[in-house]
């Protein structure tokens, strides 16, 4: 079992990130940057976007069913499973999903601090001139 989730945590990075790999999904500046029309931030995610999240993941990880049934709650809900969830629930491509599911949460901390951080250099900047 150890060898499976080693290896399991490796394919994201050998792919690319899921949000990586979409990225270039759909046509223009109308693209979602992760290939849903579902928002980035998973604590916002419903039900349904969940349930798409796990298809599309399906398909993009090759991880055959990701079997949806089993998670029955919005983003804020998946958000609160542990790894250990992830693989009892899908033994074959828990640690995947998990790992994404970190990614993009991390990505939407990330892009906060950054929008705060150019705020507050340009608070600071318009003091100075001032």
């Known amino acids: 079992p150890v060898a499976v989730v080693s290896t399991c945590m490796v394919i994201p990075r050998m792919l690319g990130s899921f949000e990586e790999v979409t990225m270039h999904e759909g046509s223009g500046s109308q693209a979602q940057p992760h290939g849903l029309d579902i928002p980035s931030d998973p604590r916002l995610w419903s039900r349904e976007n969940v349930a798409s999240w796990l298809q599309k993941a399906a398909?993009?990880?090759?991880?055959?069913?990701?079997?949806?049934?089993?998670?029955?709650?919005?983003?804020?809900?998946?958000?609160?499973?542990?790894?250990e969830m992830f693989l009892y629930r899908v033994p074959e491509g828990g640690a995947i999903l998990y790992e994404d599911l970190q990614f993009k949460l991390q990505k939407t901390f990330s892009e906060a601090l950054e929008h705060v951080t150019k705020e507050a250099l340009a608070s600071v900047q318009n003091k100075t001139v001032s």
């Open 59 to 83: 398909t993009l990880y090759q991880l055959g069913s990701t079997y949806p049934e089993r998670f029955p709650m919005n983003g804020r809900g998946l958000l609160l499973l542990t790894k």
